[in-house]
């Protein structure tokens, strides 16, 4: 059995109107949809990151995508972006780098949504890793759609695809990588699947209805936690804060504080009961190590090492405000004083590259951000989190620690901005 065209049809027609981007890496599952895709006749182009992390490979899978767009007769957006020498979590850093660019992608064109090829058989790799990391019932519910991104080939397993892919003799990109049980997923998908074959042929299938019934009772599950959440949560743009009084007085106590923080990635009851009981400055990390939970006076602060542009706002989390020069008071850390006629005045947030660098205030020559950071002691994991207060392209505020040298304000300077962090008590962590 192969990929069944009339029902990707019917999965794809709610969408017909709109502009969809593919991610495309080059390999089998992408290669195969940007086919589906072109015999359906949507209205869709490509996006494709280059990492350089395989040298010539990474070069010939970018060849390779901007050869199938062209062959299909539609745009290929692609972004290349050296991160091999990050000293990041490689992985965490391509997929900060690939959700920048994808949306910068997105919000460049009118009524599109991505989409990506993931299948069945990535659903299982996801439920093993989720129940291996103990996340409850929604993270063995597989991978869920959601908002402004379509996955099209949820119900198909890999050999379909690879059928699909030989019926119509199409040529894709392996990843060698993928070969190599480094990885929890490789070490899944190489070594646990085959077992599960040859001890149950209809594997897929019978895992393809249990997420069905696991998403049943996720949703049940869902609708009393969001109830408990709406009590002792507040959220503004992408920053969550917790209200540590109201958690303490839940009861069951930690029934429900696992399962507030369960889904948001943090599984060890013991760490949450120690965070909340300690003193302000500490912070423990979420499973899948894109999540921050710090405490801050009688509050608990979830980051997100991924900045969602669409969903953050300037003037929610900054003030910014025309001040003249005798009201310049450098009191605190909690805001900067700069030269309005230095900027472009586009301000937006952007998580922390390996390329990106800065002129600090004092200093006439430019720095990468990750060093400033290790000089100052902010190391390991934390560093992913300083908010980066960005005027176009180009870094305004490493907040709160240190302005650009470049749009302080001179004896010169006719017309002065403040721009002040609203957020205390999320700086107050970052200064103590």
Not at 151 to 169: F, V
Not at 286 to 304: I, P, T
Not at 379 to 389: A, E, F, N, R, V
Not at 412 to 418: G, S, V
Request: hydrophobic share 40%; glycine share 4%.
């Amino acid at each position: 059995m192969t990929l069944n065209i009339d029902h990707l049809r019917k999965i794809l027609n709610p969408h017909g109107e709109k502009h969809l981007l593919l991610a495309c890496s080059g390999g089998l599952d992408s290669t195969v949809l940007a086919h589906v895709f072109g015999i359906l006749e949507l209205n869709f182009s490509l996006v494709h990151v280059n990492y350089k992390l395989r040298g010539l490979e990474s070069d010939l899978d970018q060849d390779h995508v901007e050869q199938l767009a062209k062959q299909l007769g539609v745009m290929c957006h692609f972004l290349v972006e050296d991160i091999s020498n990050s000293d990041q979590n490689i992985q965490l850093t391509a997929r900060n780098v690939r959700y920048t660019f994808f949306k910068k992608i997105q919000e460049s064109i009118p009524n599109s949504v991505l989409c990506t090829a993931h299948h069945l058989d990535d659903q299982i790799e996801t439920f093993f890793i989720n129940l291996l990391r103990g996340t409850g019932v929604k993270g063995l519910s597989g991978i869920s759609e959601s908002e402004g991104l379509l996955r099209p080939l949820l119900s198909y397993n890999k050999a379909q695809i690879h059928q699909y892919a030989l019926a119509n003799e199409l040529k894709w990109r392996e990843d060698a990588s993928n070969q190599q049980a480094t990885y929890l997923r490789n070490k899944i998908r190489i070594e646990l699947l085959p077992v599960l074959a040859k001890i149950e042929a209809n594997f897929r299938s019978n895992f393809s209805q249990n997420f069905e019934h696991l998403k049943r009772d996720s949703s049940i599950v869902e609708i009393h936690r969001a109830h408990v959440l709406n009590g002792v949560r507040t959220e503004k743009n992408e920053i969550k804060r917790y209200n540590i009084q109201k958690i303490e007085a839940l009861t069951p106590f930690e029934t429900l504080l696992d399962l507030i923080f369960r889904p948001e990635g943090f599984s060890h009851v013991q760490d949450l009961k120690q965070l909340l009981k300690s003193e302000g400055g500490k912070f423990i990390e979420n499973d899948q190590k894109d999540q921050l939970l710090l405490k801050s006076g009688q509050s608990l602060y979830q980051l997100s090492n991924r900045v969602n542009p669409n969903l953050f706002s300037i003037n929610s989390l900054f003030s910014i405000t025309k001040v003249k020069k005798e009201d310049v008071t450098y009191t605190d850390n909690s805001c900067i004083y700069v030269d309005k006629e230095m900027l472009k005045g586009d301000f937006n947030l952007q998580p922390l590259s390996a390329l990106h660098y800065f002129y600090p205030l004092g200093m006439t020559k430019k720095k990468k951000v990750s060093k400033f950071l290790k000089d100052i002691g902010i190391q390991g994991p934390l560093k992913m989190y300083i908010p980066l207060l960005f005027d176009g392209d180009e870094l305004l505020w490493v907040v709160p620690f240190r302005m650009d040298h470049r749009n302080r304000i001179t004896s010169k300077t006719k017309n002065i901005l403040r721009i002040e962090c609203l957020e205390k008590d999320f700086l107050e962590f970052f200064s103590s």
